[in-house]
């Protein structure tokens, strides 16, 4: 594996769950050359009409955000403070593995 400047080596590092309160979410971060490349979205609440439509605009907001930023560390989205929350505790949890 090969560490960068930032801390992060290269892989594919799944976070824990985090309770939404509708539902859990798990983010799964690829990292390449150092950086925080890509996040996927392995599991979210998507069993409520309401759950389906917060998280159709949230989610893609917050991996932009987090992929911008190289870290977990992006603002709570109004009206999806669960989801936000939820979100970032996964993915601290997926760039934990990848900084140690």
């Not at 109004?78 to 996964?90: C, D, H, V, Y």
């Amino acid at each position: 594996m090969k560490l960068a400047a930032q801390g992060y080596a290269d892989g594919v590092y799944t976070g824990p769950t985090a309770d939404a309160y509708y539902g859990i979410i798990q983010i799964q971060a690829l990292v390449q050359g150092g950086q925080l490349t890509a996040l996927k979205v392995l599991k979210y609440p998507s069993d409520r009409r309401t759950s389906v439509s917060i998280n159709r605009q949230a989610l893609p907001m917050l991996r932009d955000e987090a992929i911008s930023a190289q870290s977990a560390n992006v603002d709570i989205i109004s009206g999806a403070t669960l989801t936000s929350r939820a979100f970032i505790q996964s993915l601290r949890g997926a760039l934990k593995q990848a900084s140690s």
